[in-house]
């Protein structure tokens, strides 16, 4: 049985307890699987700051782009590194979503994710020190010609089933306009 406190501004106070998320504080006690937390953390947790590395967290995750902006006929790529803190092989599964003005997508098959049931899709990967292409190096077009703003990926892993979050939560946003 694994148990695990964590605390988020926007969230209050949660624990997790063989698979299940439930409030700690406030209203009614909320109690559903712990892909739950993940939609939330992934979903909902680009509202607040990216979550750092917190001391019982196995694996650090951050997202590498060239820029925050990209332009007409700029590189463009997504990796994501992953290292084990303890420079051991940490079995996971790796969630990566793309927000565009509030439509979700999630890695590695890109279907779009409608809440309440978020329809996650995860890659089960193996840590240790390594950068993972999200997105392959390319060259933008040199004739997109609007702007958008509003893009945000975000990164997290969790144990292989999926019960307890073990790593920080990694958030970057990005837009897109001559």
């Known amino acids: 049985m694994?148990?695990?406190?964590?605390?988020?501004?926007?969230?209050a106070r949660y624990i997790v307890k063989?698979?299940?998320?439930?409030?700690?504080?406030?209203g009614r006690v909320m109690k559903t699987k712990v892909m739950w937390l993940v939609a939330v953390s992934l979903f909902i947790g680009?509202?607040?700051s990216a979550q750092g590395v917190q001391p019982q967290?196995?694996?650090v995750i951050r997202i590498e782009m060239p820029s925050d902006h990209f332009g007409p006929g700029d590189l463009f790529y997504t990796n994501v590194h992953t290292q084990s803190i303890s420079g051991e092989?940490?079995?996971?599964?790796?969630?990566?979503?793309?927000e565009i003005?509030?439509?979700?997508?999630m890695y590695p098959g890109w279907a779009q994710s409608i809440p309440p049931e978020y329809n996650l899709d995860w890659e089960n990967i193996t840590v240790r020190d390594e950068v993972r292409v999200i997105l392959p190096k390319?060259?933008?077009?040199?004739?997109m010609k609007f702007s958008i703003d509003g893009f945000r990926f975000a990164a997290v892993c969790t144990e292989p089933d999926g019960y307890e979050i073990i790593s920080n939560l990694d958030n970057v946003y990005w837009s897109y306009g001559p």
């Open 138 to 143: 390319r060259c933008l077009p040199e004739d």
């Open 2 to 11: 694994k148990l695990r406190l964590t605390e988020n501004p926007v969230f």
């Open 46 to 48: 680009g509202a607040c």
């Open 18 to 26: 063989d698979g299940q998320y439930t409030r700690l504080t406030g």
């Open 89 to 98: 092989p940490v079995d996971c599964r790796l969630f990566f979503l793309l």
């Open 101 to 105: 003005n509030d439509t979700f997508f």
């Open 57 to 59: 967290d196995q694996v």
